[in-house]
């Protein structure tokens, strides 16, 4: 238990009010005593993340709008030609630098090439360093084949959030179910051949569609696969996508009888399943088989167990989540819990 560090206390370190303190236990705020207090915060200054810290203007009393906000800043698809944001906060190059997750310059010199699977670097050095060293003049990274599975994963989650909604006619699913036959057939190559600039540029602009909220229009949209994938990251620091991938065919399983002529849709024109002889049921089923085999092939995460999760993280995991009302369900803390057992217990 954490008391905020803006409770009043003494001089001597003693609350003011020891029998009404405000405290936080993982996302639950409770006002406890001070024999409930275990630690006490430093100091109240941070009231944004990082990411959340990248958005101009934004406004510290809206939760949701900020909490919607981060997710875009974490997920925002890279431009082709990158270019500084018109309006920033100072705090980009920190947060780049800082996290040790992007490829950052190991000191001066000149980019000689870049596409979607390498950046290579001439570094400035002097002819005593040239004479010196072993290396190479020019120096290539690339891009691991774990964090583009990710992202492809996380592309396919950001489309399935909104098509899995409603039970109305609508042509954002058509656009949707578009997107997912060609993501699926990108990856596909990208894969097999991680030098495939067409499906690398396939998948991109796939990404891009799937972001901007093109095939949401009209809908109530789900996202719980978002909150219980990034609860998840929350507990064990593992990368995002793989964090949807570990939990989205649980759920999506759970949930399919909720919306099964969606589910039944989505195995006939996504997956391409013959419908002859099966009822929805069998339909929907198939689909969620067919996507799971497509995901073991890209190399998905397909446990939280492979995360760093276990039985013993799973209060913590589902006290951090939040759970959404646009889906075909609105998950109890049980049927979250139910999810995450049964992410932990896939092979």
Not at 111 to 123: G, L, N, P, R, S
Not at 290 to 296: D, I, K, L, T, V
Request: glycine share 6%.
């Amino acid at each position: 238990m954490v008391a905020q560090s803006n409770v009043p206390i003494d001089d001597e370190g003693h609350f003011l009010q020891p029998n009404r303190i405000k405290a936080r236990k993982g996302a639950d705020f409770p006002v406890v005593t001070d024999k409930e207090v275990d630690l006490m915060d430093v100091a109240p200054n941070q009231i944004a993340s990082i990411a959340a810290s990248l958005i101009p203007f934004l406004e510290h009393d809206d939760a949701n709008r900020a909490l919607m906000g981060s997710n875009m800043m974490r997920q925002a698809v890279p431009l082709v030609t990158s270019e500084a944001p018109i309006v920033g906060t100072g705090i980009e190059k920190d947060m780049i630098s800082d996290s040790r997750i992007q490829i950052v310059a190991e000191g001066d010199g000149e980019v000689v090439f870049a596409d979607a699977t390498k950046i290579q670097i001439k570094y400035e050095r002097t002819e005593d360093e040239i004479l010196a060293s072993f290396a190479p003049e020019v120096t290539t990274y690339t891009l691991p084949r774990y964090q583009m599975v990710a992202g492809i994963f996380d592309i396919m989650n950001h489309i399935t959030e909104q098509y899995f909604s409603n039970t109305d006619d609508n042509t954002s699913d058509y656009l949707a179910e578009g997107l997912m036959r060609s993501l699926v057939t990108a990856s596909r190559a990208a894969v097999a051949n991680p030098t495939d600039y067409e499906a690398r540029s396939n998948i991109m602009w796939t990404a891009t569609w799937a972001l901007n909220t093109l095939v949401g229009c009209g809908k109530t949209q789900d996202w719980e696969v978002h909150m219980i994938g990034q609860a998840v990251g929350a507990v064990t620091d593992a990368t995002h996508g793989m964090t949807l991938s570990a939990v989205a065919l649980p759920y999506y399983r759970l949930i399919m009888p909720y919306g099964l002529e969606k589910f039944a849709r989505f195995a006939t024109n996504v997956w391409g399943i013959d419908t002859a002889g099966k009822t929805n049921e069998e339909l929907a089923a198939a689909g969620l088989n067919a996507m799971e085999n497509w995901m073991r092939e890209i190399g998905c995460v397909m446990s939280i167990r492979e995360l760093g999760a276990d039985e013993s993280s799973l209060d913590a995991i589902a006290d951090a989540t939040l759970t959404m009302t646009g889906g075909y369900r609105t998950l109890t803390r049980a049927e979250v819990l139910n999810v995450l057992r049964k992410s932990l217990a896939a092979k």
